[in-house]
């Protein structure tokens, strides 16, 4: 194990520095992020991102025996590129670490959604476009979903919450780094779809057909949109002018509520995408 520094008050500069990283503005200019969580961080280090400083928990780093393990081969792995390891005692690690949720290990790491013009997705699989998301924890299961049922990735348009936010890579359970993802404006994410012959799929409450009638499998985006308002008028307006082909679907609601989560309506959606993938096999 390579040399480490110890540190043992909230108030050190690093201990400072990365928890500032929650908020989006430095998240912006540095281009840096927190990674909360063992998964997490080894899932960001799987995708190549660059783990600039790793911070373990002092409670953590001695109960897994530093020297020997899977915990210590991995920890060995990170500082022999040269990656700075601190160890952090509780109070400042609490600084650092998301909520209840401490694993004891929280990692400043390089990474950033791909610009929609520079990221490829698979043709022959659908693609979630999420319209105005505002919650980090439907982000992150969105993602999630999109991970387990091999979709060809997710375009975030007009985001009012990035995906470098900590608590959705926390949420996405690290798949945030493994799934395909891009970020634009809703007029680029519109570009995108008609350039590359996506018909376009969108839930609202009031949609045309039922979320199972809807072709949702092959070259198609899957619409959603924010959690407040739905999606915006644009994308009706694009399809008014033949910019792109819409189709509208809605789910049934039987009880009080009039709406389902974001990203239940979006896992619903996944799968009967992926329903309809596997009967064409």
Same mark, same amino acid.
């Given at each position: 194990m390579s040399t480490f520094e110890t540190i043992t008050s909230p108030s050190n500069p690093r201990v400072r520095a990365a928890a500032a990283l929650r908020a989006a503005d430095a998240r912006r200019d540095t281009g840096l992020t927190l990674v909360d969580g063992r998964r997490e961080c080894a899932r960001a280090v799987a995708a190549g991102a660059e783990?600039?400083?790793l911070f373990v928990a002092a409670t953590v780093f001695t109960r897994s025996r530093p020297d020997s393990g899977a915990f210590a081969e991995w920890l060995g792995g990170l500082t022999g590129r040269g990656t700075p390891l601190s160890i952090v005692a509780e109070k400042p690690f609490e600084r650092l670490a998301f909520g209840s949720r401490n694993e004891g290990v929280v990692a400043v790491v390089r990474w950033r959604a791909a610009a929609?013009? =520079?990221?490829? #997705?698979?043709?022959? +699989?659908?693609? /979630?476009?999420?319209?105005? *998301?505002?919650?980090?924890?439907?982000?992150?299961?969105? /993602?999630?979903?999109?991970?387990?049922?091999?979709? %060809?990735?997710? *375009?975030? @348009?007009d985001g009012r919450t990035d995906p470098a936010n900590p608590a959705v890579i926390r949420a996405s359970l690290g798949t945030v #780094?493994?799934?395909?993802?891009?970020?634009?404006?809703?007029?680029?994410?519109? +570009? &995108? @779809? %008609?350039?590359?012959? +996506? +018909?376009?799929?969108?839930a609202t409450p009031t949609g045309h057909i039922l979320w199972h009638e809807a072709a949702l499998a092959g070259n198609t985006a899957v619409l959603l949109g924010s959690e407040a308002h739905g999606i915006t008028? =644009? &994308? $009706? $307006?694009?399809?008014?002018?033949?910019?792109?082909?819409?189709?509208? *679907?809605r789910l049934p609601m039987h009880g009080v509520a009039d709406s389902l989560n974001l990203s239940v309506t979006a896992a619903v959606l996944a799968y009967e995408a992926v329903r309809q993938m596997e009967q064409r096999r």
């Open positions: 783990v600039v400083e929609l013009d =520079a990221m490829t #997705f698979a043709a022959n +699989r659908p693609v /979630l476009v999420i319209e105005g *998301v505002e919650k980090p924890g439907n982000l992150g299961a969105i /993602l999630r979903t999109a991970d387990a049922a091999g979709l %060809a990735g997710v *375009v975030v @348009c #780094f493994a799934v395909p993802l891009a970020v634009g404006t809703t007029a680029e994410a519109i +570009r &995108w @779809c %008609a350039s590359h012959g +996506r +018909r376009v799929v969108a008028p =644009a &994308w $009706q $307006q694009a399809a008014t002018a033949g910019s792109i082909a819409l189709d509208t *679907v």
